[in-house]
């Protein structure tokens, strides 16, 4: 059963979705290092940082949190609530071919039956979601979805089924052969999908989170990149989802004080160079520390000496964190 030490600190780690994060910018290759944080203290983290695929970086002392739910935490409007074996309902895109849906089935069959994951069930959107995705002119991955409502109308039938969380599959196309399989350049999908997840999440009020369907299902033969390596090996990217979602931390907007509240928490880490985020001048505002973290970079270059703010740390490497915080914050 996922737990918590309510004795540690509070902190946060995330990674933006779809900016080249060299940790945390492929398949879950950050789990390894939110699993450290979460040794000495209690890390809320993105879905970005700890999706793998198959697998999943969640472990305990984690809370799994999206991007709106970050910014909203931040800003002070919202509290996290711990909670356990969440009922989670799934949303398909109809866009999927039924084969490909079969596969995703069999999936969540297997997460319900060998983890105990509840599961109330699935709904197929009405129609097609149309998900297109692109990297942008400053190369970092967006996108759009041109049928949204269809999504609104699947999600309030699992929401009214008693659904507490869900999780979203929606068909994407094949992505063009690019770095990424090399362990480099940016997940060209990855941000569309925080794009589906935030806009979810931000009409439904519950934790939202997405997971691709490719129609192309054919496991490469050839050696990619370690980082990238656990989306080469499986058809279907919706376990990581799943086992997550599954002890999520609820939202609550009126007993903010009750709860995990951006009054406890004591520092967030930033890649060095994305500091762009809401987040961060919201956590400065609340008095937490930030600390932009020079061995994680991104394509982006919005760092403290652009942004101006003498008041966030750069240090070297994630366990710098550690050694210069722990038993300070």
Request: negative net charge.
């Amino acid at each position: 059963m996922w737990t918590y030490d309510k004795s540690k600190p509070i902190i946060a780690m995330v990674v933006p979705t779809g900016v080249g994060a060299s940790i945390g910018g492929f398949a879950g290759d950050a789990s390894l290092t939110a699993k450290i944080l979460a040794s000495h203290f209690n890390v809320i983290v993105n879905p970005n940082t700890v999706n793998a695929a198959c697998f999943s970086g969640i472990s305990d002392n984690m809370f799994y949190t999206e991007g709106w739910s970050l910014s909203q935490l931040f800003k002070g409007n919202l509290a996290l609530k711990p909670s356990y074996n969440n009922k989670i309902g799934i949303i398909f895109d109809k866009g999927i071919s039924q084969g490909i849906i079969n596969v995703h089935i069999n999936t969540l069959n297997a997460v319900s039956c060998i983890y105990g994951t509840d599961i109330i069930g699935y709904e197929i959107t009405d129609e097609p979601c149309c998900v297109e995705f692109f990297n942008t002119s400053t190369g970092i991955s967006s996108g759009s979805v041109k049928n949204h409502q269809t999504l609104l109308k699947a999600g309030k039938k699992l929401l009214d089924r008693g659904a507490q969380v869900l999780a979203v599959v929606c068909k994407f196309d094949e992505p063009p052969e690019d770095d990424y399989k090399d362990g480099t350049g940016v997940d060209i999908v990855g941000g569309v999908e925080a794009v589906i997840s935030h806009y979810l999440t931000r009409e439904f009020k519950v934790p939202v989170v997405h997971s691709p369907a490719f129609e192309n299902i054919t496991i490469t033969r050839e050696i990619v990149d370690k980082k990238a390596a656990a989306e080469y090996i499986t058809p279907t990217f919706l376990p990581c989802i799943l086992l997550a979602l599954s002890n999520a931390p609820l939202f609550s907007f009126d007993k903010v004080e009750q709860y995990i509240n951006v009054n406890r928490i004591k520092a967030l880490l930033m890649p060095y160079n994305s500091l762009g985020s809401s987040i961060v001048p919201d956590a400065i505002k609340h008095n937490i520390k930030v600390f932009a973290v020079k061995e994680n970079q991104t394509v982006l270059n919005i760092s403290k000496d652009i942004l101006k703010k003498n008041d966030i740390i750069e240090i070297e490497t994630y366990k710098e964190f550690i050694k210069i915080v722990e038993d300070k914050i």
